[in-house]
């Protein structure tokens, strides 16, 4: 299983990034899929998870509003919108994918429940 996360970069506070997350080996339609961030130094956070069908999401407060998230399982792919950066979204964004499940937020945005973790990608928002 490969996740493969891209789309990160520099940008200016209130600028836009969109991220991918191309997963192969799997059968992309049976799992959830969610992103986390991690800053140096810093535990790992959870940011919004999105179910296999697409029909459900939960986002973190902290991104609530400004990103979104979306999945095209024809293409094996799950994407994050990040519209109105800031400077405290800087970190690495990992997304994650875990056997389909019953939509359980306080479960989803724990990182022990995903089997699988691609290498990330750097996004960095400069003030």
């Known amino acids: 299983v490969q996740l493969v996360e891209s789309g990160g970069g520099l940008v200016q506070a209130g600028g836009s990034l969109r991220l991918s997350c191309a997963a192969s080996g799997l059968t992309f339609s049976m799992y959830d899929m969610a992103w986390f961030r991690q800053d140096p130094g810093k535990e790992r956070d959870f940011v919004v998870a999105?179910?296999?069908?697409?029909?459900?999401?939960y986002y973190a407060d902290s991104v609530k509003g400004r990103f979104t998230i979306s999945r095209d399982n024809a293409k094996n792919t799950v994407y994050l919108q990040m519209n109105s950066l800031k400077p405290e979204d800087t970190a690495v964004y990992y997304c994650?994918?875990?056997?389909?499940?019953?939509?359980?937020?306080?479960?989803?945005?724990?990182?022990?429940?995903?089997?699988?973790w691609g290498r990330g990608t750097q996004v960095t928002v400069s003030s």
């Open positions: 994650a994918a875990r056997i389909r499940n019953t939509f359980d937020r306080a479960a989803m945005a724990k990182g022990a429940v995903y089997a699988y």
């Open positions: 999105i179910s296999w069908s697409g029909t459900s999401t």
